[in-house]
């Protein structure tokens, strides 16, 4: 099957969502601009790609925003629990069933308070993984999509260590991002409704803490 490398520059048509994406080198807010143009030529096809509210994310990511800590990049990978090996297949992994989403994080520096004066280093090897759900989308529209399709597979009763790569189609790409920022909310009112709420009730917890720190 042909494959697509996703770049700012595709166009995106129905037929291609079958198609398997080797490689993704565009911003979030470049995929936005992808599928909003596709939208205008095919309607609701935002929405058979998991974003029903489409028009309304697509108005936030086109707001300017300083975001409050740097993220480097999204990354969309396969979680090893979602490669179901069957006990009887023994080291054939090409009969592997895989979930047909990927995860999708940010990847960042190790999160600090402003006033505690301490970065992570240039060469700091391991940076943080960041949930994006209830991220703004102006705030993380700047971001690279990276793909990682390789999938690590302890199989404990062989005591082996098995590692597959299978690139995701079209579809799958597409919707797993589509699926993570509406994790929350199926409109930005939603989620940033959702976000005030738990902050609410992480700052109740936090003063009930600290009037009482046995009360946890």
């Not at 029903?52 to 108005?59: D, G, I, R, V």
């Not at 992994?93 to 995860?103: D, G, L, Y």
Request: glycine share 4%; hydrophobic share 35%.
């Amino acid at each position: 099957m042909e494959r697509i490398k996703l770049t700012r520059e595709y166009k995106l048509k129905p037929f291609d969502l079958q198609k398997i994406v080797s490689d993704a080198d565009l911003t979030l807010g470049e995929l936005f601009e992808i599928v909003n143009e596709a939208e205008s030529e095919f309607p609701a096809i935002a929405e058979a790609l998991g974003m029903p509210n489409f028009y309304k994310f697509y108005s936030e990511i086109k707001k300017g925003c300083e975001p409050d800590f740097e993220l480097k990049y999204i990354e969309l990978y396969w979680h090893p629990d979602y490669c179901h090996m069957n006990k009887n297949l023994g080291l054939d992994i090409t009969k592997a069933k895989v979930s047909p989403q990927m995860n999708v994080h940010a990847i960042g520096e190790h999160y600090m308070p402003k006033d505690a004066g301490i970065k992570c280093p240039p060469d700091c090897k391991e940076h943080n993984s960041y949930a994006i759900e209830f991220s703004a989308l102006n705030e993380i529209a700047h971001l690279p999509i990276k793909l990682n399709p390789v999938i690590n597979y302890n199989y404990e009763k062989m005591q082996k260590k098995l590692q597959i790569t299978v690139f995701p189609s079209l579809y799958q790409v597409i919707n797993s991002i589509f699926y993570e920022l509406t994790f929350a909310g199926c409109t930005p009112e939603e989620i940033k409704k959702q976000k005030e709420e738990l902050e609410e009730r992480a700052d109740e917890a936090k003063e009930r803490i600290e009037e009482d720190p046995d009360d946890k």
